[in-house]
């Protein structure tokens, strides 16, 4: 009797509400376990508040617990904010550094922040990275283009730090303006320090050695790899040393010069999906050795995104590609369930997020369109906020924070 008792209890418990420690949220993959999302909003319906802001970013905002992260461009100014969750409200800010400038529709704040609860690391396209815990305080700077050399992309730095147990992972994959190497490094969360540099080369040319993506990893077999996409190749590497594991030479076989890589590698349920520029999207089979471009590709497709990074459920993969039209695919198999299918007529620079059966896909112009996640294309919703977006949503406590150029809106009620 006893036994039984407890197994109700246990059932009866609410889901634990789920933090968005970083870009890709609590998975790394863009999905969230939160229920009872909103729909449909507007500027002004079932918004609990908005927060002005300076300027554009790339930049997703970040929660834990009570507080909520920014990267800031102000100006010339580059700055880390914390906000109170429930209000909206400030709690601090900190300089991270200056010499801010945009470069085509981005700025220096694009990367995310990433916390663990506790402290927060936040990285800027000048180079400057820094640890704050959530008083403020500040813990340690690195300047990875004073120790390293200049960043060479086209379009300025944008990649996101990733934090894995004890270490902070950093790409630069570039070669566009630059003569110098791509490596990647990890680096001791505590304290800053380079545990680990390795050069990545590759035979990319012109504009296509520079990726814009975010590292990820990829478990198998009990065993992790962290994950980098860019300059034509996917690589593995072991999460101590980044000695390179694998290579897949996928990404580019027509070997176009200016395929600069911006959607992010995506893990779920034992396949990693790379993209390119738009073709071929490759799905492939890690924890290989050596030149695995043949022996570890599952399947390719030729209508993959640019910019929005997929989100994946385990059995269907969501694309979304620049001008709003959708393909769901057989993440196993790569087959078409779905699409075409046109949503909003618009540019699609942040990425879609899948929780509560729902896929939430914002664009440029501010509108968030709803779909149902599923074998059938259901629209859910169209939520037009009119403000230029280039930021992923974020989800949280059943509410969903979107970035906007003029504010941070948080939408919905807070289920604690």
């Known amino acids: 009797m006893r036994m039984l008792f407890w197994l109700i209890a246990l059932f009866c418990l609410p889901m634990l509400a789920e933090n ?28 609990s508040w908005r927060l002005e802001m300076p300027s554009r970013t790339g930049s997703t905002p970040i929660l834990w617990g009570e507080h909520i992260l920014l990267n800031v461009a102000d100006g010339d100014k580059l700055e880390l904010w914390c906000l109170n969750r429930d209000k909206g409200n400030i709690l601090w ?16 704040s694009s990367p995310s922040p990433v916390t663990d609860g506790k402290n927060v690391w936040v990285m800027t396209g000048t180079g400057i990275l820094k ?19 200049r960043f060479g992309l086209n379009w300025g730095y944008g990649s996101s730090p990733l934090l894995y147990e004890e270490s902070l992972y950093v790409q630069v994959l570039h070669g566009m303006k630059t003569d110098d190497p791509s490596y990647v490094l990890r680096l001791d969360r505590r304290t800053g320090k380079t545990l680990a540099r390795v050069e990545r080369p590759t035979e990319a ?17 009990g065993k992790a790899e962290i994950i980098f996409s860019g300059g034509d190749l996917v690589t593995g590497h072991d999460p101590l040393t980044l000695e390179e594991l694998w290579r897949a ?7 176009y010069t200016a395929n600069r890589i911006i959607a992010s590698p995506l893990f ?3 396949i990693v999906y790379a993209c390119s520029r738009v073709k071929p999207f490759v799905a492939l089979k890690p924890g290989g050795r050596g030149d695995v471009s043949e022996s570890h590709k599952l399947w390719t497709y030729q209508n993959g995104p640019d910019v929005p990074t997929p989100v994946s ?6 694309i979304v590609n620049d001008r709003g039209i959708l393909y769901c695919l057989d993440a196993k198999t790569g087959a078409e369930v779905w699409g075409p299918q046109r949503i909003q007529p618009a540019i699609y620079s942040s990425s879609p ?27 859910l919703g169209e939520n037009k906020l009119e403000e230029y977006t280039l930021s992923s949503p974020a989800v949280s406590e059943g509410q969903i924070f979107l970035r906007t150029e003029k504010a941070l809106y948080c939408v919905g009620q807070r289920r604690r």
């Open 249 to 255: 030479n996928v990404l580019n076989p027509t070997r």
């Open 353 to 379: 997020v899948l929780a509560d059966g729902k896929i939430y896909i914002s664009n440029e112009e501010g509108t968030t369109t709803v779909i149902k996640a599923g074998r059938e294309f259901e629209l």
């Open 268 to 270: 779920r349920d034992g």
């Open 131 to 149: 640890q704050f815990d959530f008083e403020g305080a500040e813990l340690w700077s690195r300047d990875i283009q004073k120790d390293y050399g």
């Open 313 to 318: 459920s385990g059995g269907l993969l969501y």
């Open 20 to 47: 968005w420690p970083q870009w890709r949220g609590p998975n790394l993959d863009g999905t969230s376990g939160e229920t009872n999302l909103p729909v449909k909003w507007t500027r002004t319906d079932n918004v």
């Open 205 to 221: 040319q012109s504009e296509s050695p520079d990726a814009y993506t975010t590292p990820t990893i990829a478990k198998t077999g």
């Open 93 to 108: 800010k900190r300089p991270i550094a200056g010499g801010n400038y945009k470069i085509n529709k981005q700025n220096m």
